[in-house]
């Protein structure tokens, strides 16, 4: 019954390493976004896709990419870890996105730990 | 760019007591959102404000849209434990693309 969900919810990795985070919504929803939230609890939009369109690209480092095989999954490759990648990481998806001021819906989080 | 500032940055009150916190803006923001967070979950939608000086309710919780459409207020009333979590305000983006902008939070505990 999970609306947004994200695996894993926790990972550890050596930096240099390449890892991925998988987001799924079965909620129908045309649009998804990643965030990222630092130490100090700050929420950033990274990227959004709708219709597995990619609709924002918010400066993120191009060792981030995002790939939406369908409309309902949204999953993110990370290339070449860094310390400062350490940060939770949240899905979340809305009915529109676009022009719209739809509600979002966000998943539980994936805790990266880069050491 | 577009920046939300919120305070207080945290806040630690006795159950039953009422909350008060806000969310400022440089720019105009034609709607305001307030989520919370739950410690090892994502935001949740509490209340959101679509017009200037409207005031909405959720249960103990009400939130106003400012008349200068560059403030919201958020309170909360009769505190209790589970009303712990980091309540943040969120407006949309410039460029319409549907994404959000969030304040830094307010981070609330309730001593029982």
């Known amino acids: 019954d999970t609306a947004v969900s994200q695996t894993p919810k926790y990972l550890v990795t050596q930096m240099g390493n390449d890892k991925s985070i998988k987001c799924e919504q079965n909620l129908g929803h045309d649009t998804m976004y990643w965030y990222k939230q630092d130490s100090k609890k700050f929420l950033k939009i990274m990227f959004s896709?709708?219709?597995?369109?990619?609709?924002i690209n918010e400066t993120v480092p191009n060792r981030f990419s995002p790939k939406s095989p369908d409309k309902a999954h949204l999953n993110l490759h990370i290339n070449s870890l860094e310390l400062g990648d350490s940060a939770v990481y949240f899905c979340?998806?809305?009915?529109?996105?676009?022009?719209?001021?739809?509600?979002?819906?966000f998943g539980p989080g994936t805790r990266l730990t880069v050491l | 760019g577009q920046q939300l500032n919120q305070s207080p940055q945290s806040m630690f009150i006795q159950e039953g007591e009422d909350v008060s916190m806000n969310c400022t803006s440089s720019s105009i923001f034609n709607t305001w959102l307030w989520y919370k967070q739950e410690p090892g979950e994502g935001p949740v939608l509490l209340i959101a404000l679509y017009k200037a000086g409207e005031l909405t309710s959720n249960g103990r919780l009400t939130a106003q849209f400012g008349i200068t459409r560059k403030d919201s207020f958020l309170n909360i009333s009769a505190s209790i434990p589970s009303d712990v979590g980091i309540y943040f305000c969120a407006g949309p983006g410039s460029g319409n693309t549907g994404k959000l902008i969030f304040g830094q939070g307010t981070t609330l505990q309730v001593k029982p």
């Open positions: 896709y709708n219709n597995k369109e990619l609709i």
């Open positions: 979340a998806s809305s009915a529109r996105g676009r022009g719209s001021t739809d509600t979002q819906y």
